[in-house]
């Protein structure tokens, strides 16, 4: 069976398939956030949640950014009430129905969604009981904690690099609940050791104690059983969105390359962040402040493009995993960390151990400033 | 007492391998790798096979791709499947070895270099030795060919190259090379290199100079060896006008090539070619609002298997480290992304005393394939030839 699979790969790779081995992971990408039933069609803006499941009265999602909107259109009367779950939500989190209250600004009333209940749950998930307006074919909702659409002062921590360290991961998460005002972790990747469906169950798992919502590219040892088994949890791998006035741009450099689909998507995404703070999180870095070693891109060339783009688009921030370390630098001008200190197998002598960054992120003075926080 | 050149088959237990004897009445007509009047030649003693063919040639696939030199076993040639088994044998310990330090140590910054060029040439010696295993086996005795017996004073060349990178919009190259070597013994190695994509905003200049040392002199030479040592030192610059930046690459490096006749005594007509270093690459970024500088080191190391054809042509298969210029490093899914460098195949071929043409074709995060006539001026011989008097 292996010997069946190999062979079209070896044909593909000489052909050529192989200078773009993540364009299978940029197509999945695009699929995320997109579900349909005979009766009901779910679209996650920017593909920012993983649909888990869909039926005409239940929608379970996973959370992939701090502010979601969903767009539902149904092809009969919708049911009277929906059962919305969404996991890995941000505390606080409130559900607006964008067309009633665009009418309601029109003054022209009509009744929206009502949200009958509303719980957090235990490991970070938000329940909604919603009674839908009878009359309407099309809702548009949005999730989003209040006034996190403007830019003011916030924290958020990165971490990256757990891998065979999972079991160990508790401590990181209990350090990372005592950290004040931190409003979600950002992950640059390699959260499981091969990518098993096992293992990325389990990293779920684990993150039910921790109190902030988890959104994460991935990294080459996800790659390992499944190139897009990441997807079906944990959603993208290359995805942006804004948040109090800061853009962050998740991008899958998981195969030591960016696929020319996604380097579009990112000429988008510093188009729209010309004016704001930018936030740029990748697995592998494009250059490894140790040459010689290479835990970089594949190509030096493809590295400096992508680094003169960042850097032409106004990018503010560079933070990368990969490297079991931590290192502070800078690549085209733009201030860059590699912070590989989930517990993977360290780099010895470095002195740091498992840590990860935390990141106070000022929108309006346009300041970002970064510390490391030692777990060992 | 055989006659010059002329090899016989003899049994092992009738054969004395170590023996030679005064060559006598040589045709006028000889031709190099045969033997001058007066010289001592030696025997060539061909040993009793194992196994006739084709079990030879399956045995150095199948176990031959794990235990090398299994074909050359059942030939008989103990010796060198001695060799090759030798040769697998360093490359695994110094791949495993390595890999065990890059584990213990996380690929820890003051090791990494070290390690990793260990590491790479264990690879390189064990893919080198199952080439050579595969050759040895399936080559005739004499191989296809053998080294040049000539070198031009200087060579230039003028092609086109073919660039598939889903990164850049450049594809075609007009290539331009310069090569001298001056004096001899050791001769002064100059080269020139450039690479232009007018309308596509790329362009690539590389200077280098080395000292060819341990080069085969004609008054000692009765076959033509290949083999060499340079120590060279290199500056590139590539520039990439239309994607914001300019590279610059300073390069130190070790390049040989050693004929396998010097590893693998009875094994002719391929070659060795080696190369280790070290380069500083610089990007000098220049977009709209941002001028800024990078640097970063550059392991150098090039692994190939070479084979010579007849006396006027060659062929390369090899692995080089590099992931700077046009084919970079492979890109691969899982937990060796962006380590590895490019492989490449190489050949020159001479169609006229002055005239040939080379190409290549490279496979790493894209595809290079490259073609170019060249002319040689002011040849030098390597070995002696037809009718030179001993000098």
């Known amino acids: 069976m292996k010997a069946r699979r190999a062979l079209p790969l070896l044909l593909a790779c ?120 009878g009359a309407a074919r099309e809702l548009r909702l949005e999730l989003a904690p209040p006034d996190t659409a403007r830019p003011s002062h916030f924290r958020f921590a990165l971490l990256s690099d757990v891998q065979e360290a999972v079991s160990r991961v508790q401590d990181i998460f209990a350090r990372l609940n005592r950290e004040p005002d931190v409003d979600f972790l950002l992950g640059a990747g390699d959260l499981t050791e091969r990518g098993t469906r096992e293992q990325l169950e389990r990293f779920q798992r684990e993150l039910q104690s921790l109190r902030i919502p988890y959104y994460t590219t991935l990294g080459n040892h996800e790659l390992g059983h499944h190139p897009t088994l990441f997807h079906d949890y944990f959603g993208r791998g290359s995805q942006s969105f804004e948040y109090r006035g800061v853009r962050f741009s998740l991008i899958d450099s998981a195969s030591a390359t960016v696929d020319p689909i996604v380097r579009g998507w990112l000429d988008d995404w510093l188009e729209q962040s010309a004016q704001q703070l930018h936030v740029v999180a990748m697995h592998i870095p494009p250059l490894d402040p140790i040459g010689v070693r290479n835990g970089a891109f594949a190509s030096r060339s493809e590295a400096a493009a992508l680094l003169a783009r960042l850097a032409e688009g106004g990018v503010d921030l560079t933070l990368y995993g990969h490297i079991h370390s931590y290192y502070r630098f800078d690549n085209a001008g733009i201030p860059a960390f590699i912070s590989g200190g989930g517990g993977a197998i360290p780099e010895r002598f470095d002195q740091i151990g498992r840590h990860f960054l935390v990141v106070d992120a000022d929108p309006e003075a346009r300041q970002l400033s970064v510390r490391v926080v030692r777990v060992d | ?175 331009t090379r310069l090569d001298a070597l001056l004096g001899a013994g050791p001769a002064l190695h100059l080269a020139l290199a450039t690479a232009h994509a007018p309308d596509q905003g790329n362009q690539l200049y590389q200077l280098g100079s080395g000292l060819r040392l341990l080069e085969q002199r004609p008054s000692a030479a009765r076959t033509p060896d290949g083999s060499y040592l340079e120590p060279r030192l290199g500056f590139g610059v590539h520039r990439f006008d239309s994607s914001g930046f300019v590279t610059r690459v300073l390069e130190l490096e070790l390049q040989a090539r050693l004929d396998s006749e010097r590893l693998l005594p009875d094994v002719r007509g391929a070659f060795f070619q080696l190369g280790a270093g070290w380069a500083e690459q610089w990007f000098a970024f220049d977009v709209p609002g941002v001028r800024a500088l990078n640097a970063s080191s550059l392991l150098l190391a090039h692994a190939g298997f070479g084979v010579y054809v007849r006396r006027c042509a060659e062929l390369e298969l090899y692995y080089d480290h590099r992931h700077d210029g046009f084919a970079g490093g492979l890109t691969a899914n899982g937990l060796g992304s962006g380590v590895a460098g490019h492989f490449g195949l190489r050949g020159r071929a001479r169609v006229s005393p002055s005239w040939g043409l080379e190409a290549e074709a490279q496979i790493g995060s894209a595809w290079v394939l490259g073609l170019a006539a060249v002319l040689s001026v002011g040849e030098r011989a390597t070995a002696r030839l037809p009718g030179e008097a001993q000098p």
């Open chain 2, 1 to 175: 007492v055989q006659p010059a050149g002329a090899a016989e088959r003899v049994s092992p237990r009738e054969a004395v391998p170590s023996e030679v004897v005064p060559s006598e009445a040589v045709p006028s007509e000889a031709v190099p790798g045969e033997a001058v009047p007066g010289e001592l030649v030696p025997i060539e003693v061909v040993p009793e096979p194992r196994a006739l063919s084709p079990w030879p040639e399956l045995a150095a696939l199948v176990p031959g791709v794990i235990l090398h030199g299994s074909g050359t076993w059942l030939q008989g040639r103990t010796e060198t499947s001695k060799r090759l088994l030798l040769a697998e044998g360093s490359g695994l310990l110094a791949t495993f070895l390595s890999a065990a330090v890059l584990f213990r140590t996380g690929a820890a910054r003051n090791l990494v270099g070290t390690t990793a060029l260990v590491a790479v040439a264990g690879v390189s010696t064990f893919g080198l030795s199952l080439l050579s295993s595969l050759y040895a086996t399936w080559a005739p005795r004499e191989g296809w060919g053998e080294a040049q017996p000539r070198r031009a004073l200087l060579e230039s060349s003028l092609g086109y190259s073919y660039v598939a990178d889903p990164q850049f919009a450049f594809h075609h190259f007009l290539t």
């Open chain 1, 14 to 133: 000489a052909l050529g398939a192989c200078l773009r081995p993540s364009e299978e992971r940029a197509h999945q990408d695009a699929e995320i956030g997109v579900a349909e039933t005979a009766e009901l069609r779910l679209e996650v803006e920017g593909g920012q949640a993983v649909v888990r499941a869909l039926s005409a009265d239940e929608i379970s999602l996973w959370a992939s950014a701090p502010r979601l909107r969903l767009q539902l259109g149904y092809a009969v009367p919708p049911p009277a009430e929906l059962q919305l779950e969404v996991a890995n939500c941000m505390p606080g989190a409130e559900l607006t129905d964008l067309g009633a209250a665009e009418q309601a600004d029109l003054g022209a009333a009509e009744p929206g969604v009502t949200v009958l209940s509303s719980e957090r749950a235990a490991g970070g998930a938000c329940r909604f009981q919603l009674a839908l307006p």
